[in-house]
């Protein structure tokens, strides 16, 4: 079998993960995972998409080279993934030696095989900021239904799109300040001579979902490709382009060469050959993405490849988008839940479950029901799965398993011949269907120990040789059932292979049982999912300022956690208040001597002597830092307070302590817990709050 190199989109640096990202990586380490299981060679490849002007103008916000806002970022995505077991072969960055130089070979190819062309295009230009604005970065009023505050080529309001130089009274979202209409070279791929051939290759069998190839073919490839702008002038942050001095490739160009790249440095680090891999017969190359990305993973990418004569993908797997009760996620409900936050209050392996028993070969959206994620894992992999270990391994911790295998009436053999068809449905990315075939084995395995009854046949001294013989079967099906679900549940694969002592890690091990063997003491390999766990996270998930806004405390109620019975009550019965009552009162003098102003926080440590206290330093903007020592240390993580913006104190006189010297104040609510105190979005480090 061809070796497989396999790789999910890039995560762009901009960001934290959220458990919608988690989809695509968690679909992506399953399928891994199982190839592994069986044996085949498999690396998985990843690496942060880090160019573009967004990470350009957060360094600037920040007072911090793009290097460190992107290595910042890096380690925090790495280690929200490690978190959630996706085990990559190699993480990488496009901000990278190696990937630099995969992009001017490319383009050399490119250019040899006459594809480059120069084009004038006219853009808005932010005099101030001295930089091409991208839409994201423009705002005006929309040409079609006069709604105000509309980004550059969308109106949220009335659907409408548009070109950013159509705004009516534009401005740029960066420095207010109005745009004048400017033009410039770029440079353009002409992707219009490969349509004959990517007529051809996107509606290979199995190169992706129907559906994709079908859209394809009906709304691209049915008429001519337009050329595709790959440059970007200064200033911005990537590779400028060698042969155009001051141009650099866009975003885009150089992020899938990031997969390539991300392979050559695994290649260096382990005496392979990178050819062997990318230019090879004997490998097998499959992409994981969402279907927004569709375009530049089948169109644009293969041209790309092609025309420098790498090998190109057998199957760029597409999956739909993730709901969370049936609609967008949302920050003021609660349901934009980040990786980290996620973490705090239940256990990684409930979200691979379900995101598992969800996942189809199909492009279609996922919904996280949360009662559902409950019921499911409550009553599947608690109920069904895991209590076939408690209600049997106790009473064989003594004896361990019976030495031959005992008569079972065919249950062992059914389940071992299934475990093709759940390899199957592993190999075509039908997680479902496997869920439910192993689920299936799993009910079969309990009305076996519900018939059987080992703890009423443990009472009876003359039937000792029978509770052997019956745990021996119930723990052999239950180590068939955690083997086929090793893919989804890695970790507790590897706790069952503590408490039978056996290994884990191959397909093939479902076909043999296990006999003569010590099994372990039990410990509890799962605990039932809290609803008011889910109620936490929903409430830690969303701002602080969503109560206050109009309509908010009833739609974060009805929202918060229906798994819960009732969602979160918002707390606005007056006991805050009488805890702490308002203070004496002031004039409008006294408050004006309180100069109050919008930071951000670009770095954040533990102090270790103390027990209370953070050490934060915030930017109000431009080179204006100040250190402050914030007693938060109990409620937040210094990785997950980098780049927010807070309100500070900022004529707060200096006070000298034993750590250092505070320069200003952090402003939070609370009383048992702590809430930072955050300004709505749009504002920027240094304005004042009146």
Known sequence: MKRLLLTSALPYANGHIHIGHLVEYTQTDIFARYWRMTGRRCIYLCADDTHGTAIMI????????????????????????????????????????ANRALCEEIWASLRERGMVTTKEVTQLFDPQEGMFLADRFVKGTCPKCAAPDQYGDSCDRCGSTYAATDLVEPRSALTGARPEVRSAQHLMVAIEPERPFLATWTQGEGRMPREIANYLAGYFL????????????????????????????????DAPIGYMAASKEWCDASGEAFDGWWRSEETEIVHVIGKDIVYFHTLFWPAMLRAARFSLP??????????????????????????STYLKHLDPAYLRYYYASKLGPKVDD???NL???????????????????????????????????????GLFAAAAAEGDAIGAAYAAFDF?????????????????????QPWALAKQPDRKAEVQAVCTVALNLFRQIVIYLAPVLPKLADDVGRLLGCPMDRWELAKTPLVGTPVAAYEHLMKRVDPGAVEKMIAESRPADAAEA???????????????????????????????P?????????????????ARIVAAEHVPEAKKLLKLTVSLGGEARRTVFAGIKAYYKPEDLIGRLVIVCANLAPRKMKFGLSEGMVLAAGDETVHLLSPDSGAKPGMRVH
């Open 58 to 97: 957060r360094a600037r916000q920040e007072g911090r080279s793009e290097a460190d806002v992107v290595a910042d970022m890096s380690a925090a995505h790495q280690r929200d993934f490690a978190a959630f077991q996706i085990r990559f072969d190699h993480y990488g960055s496009t901000n990278s030696p």
């Open 314 to 339: 057998s199957r760029v797997q597409v999956h739909g988008f993730l709901t969370v009760n049936g609609e967008k996620m949302s920050k003021s409900k609660g349901t934009f839940v980040l990786a």
């Open 222 to 253: 049915s008429e001519p490709l337009r050329d595709w702008d790959v440059s970007r002038p200064a200033p911005y942050f990537g590779f400028e382009i060698p042969d155009a001095p001051g141009n650099y490739w866009y975003v885009w160009f």
């Open 371 to 409: 009662d559902e994620l409950v019921n499911k894992v409550n009553a599947e992999l608690v109920n069904k799965v895991v209590n076939l270990a408690s209600r049997s391994s106790r009473f064989v911790a003594q004896t361990g398993l019976s030495a031959s295998y005992p008569d079972d009436g």
């Open 366 to 368: 996922i919904d996280l």
């Open 432 to 452: 479902a269907r496997a869920s439910r075939l192993i689920i299936a084995l799993a009910d079969r395995a309990n009305e076996y120990v519900d018939r059987m």
């Open 550 to 580: 109009p309509g908010a405390a009833a739609e974060g109620a009805g929202a918060a956690s229906p798994a819960a019975g009732g969602g979160a009550a918002v707390e606005d019965d007056g006991a805050a208040l009488a805890k702490e």
């Open 582 to 598: 308002l203070a004496p009162e002031c004039t409008i003098d006294d408050f004006g001597k309180i100069d109050l102003r919008v």
